[in-house]
């Protein structure tokens, strides 16, 4: 054979432009049908997070008042649970572990209302707005949901 006939049998190496948009296609069409699903799910996230820091916070009222016999005051707050209060005898805290408060996942602190509209004492967050009411991740969380 001659070299002639050799260079005319080497074949090319590549993707042809039709293949590379039939990939690029597939993959547009993949980011549209997995990417809403997975960024419902962050905020989704976000909401139970409010919900187990919400329980663990009532729990710490719970210890609080059998030590003292009583719930922090509305004067108090949720500070009680971290520093002891002057009027709190029997106080054997801190009742939450941390050096400070948690603030919820929009950096919010949790509000605490004693006597609560829905029980003794209600700890909620108001949401990613941070006003009341709202859906979605703006839905107030609290303690009486959970």
């Known amino acids: 054979m001659s070299s002639t006939t050799r260079s005319t049998r080497i074949t090319r190496r590549g993707f042809t ?63 009680a649970l971290m520093s002891q209060p002057a009027s709190a005898r029997g106080w054997n805290g801190p009742y939450l572990r941390g050096k400070t408060l948690p603030v919820d996942p929009w950096s919010n602190p949790y509000r605490y209302t004693v006597p609560g509209r829905h029980g003794e004492i209600d700890i909620y967050s108001y949401g990613s707005d941070n006003a009341e009411g709202g859906s979605g991740e703006a839905a107030d969380v609290g303690n009486w949901q959970l």
């Open 17 to 79: 432009l039709i293949e590379l948009l039939v990939v690029l296609a597939i993959l547009g069409l993949l980011a549209g049908l997995v990417g809403p699903r997975v960024l419902s799910q962050l905020g989704g996230a976000k909401t139970k997070t409010v919900a187990v820091q919400v329980r663990d916070l009532e729990q710490a009222a719970d210890l609080f008042r059998l030590d003292v016999g009583r719930f922090p005051t509305a004067q108090e707050g949720l500070d």
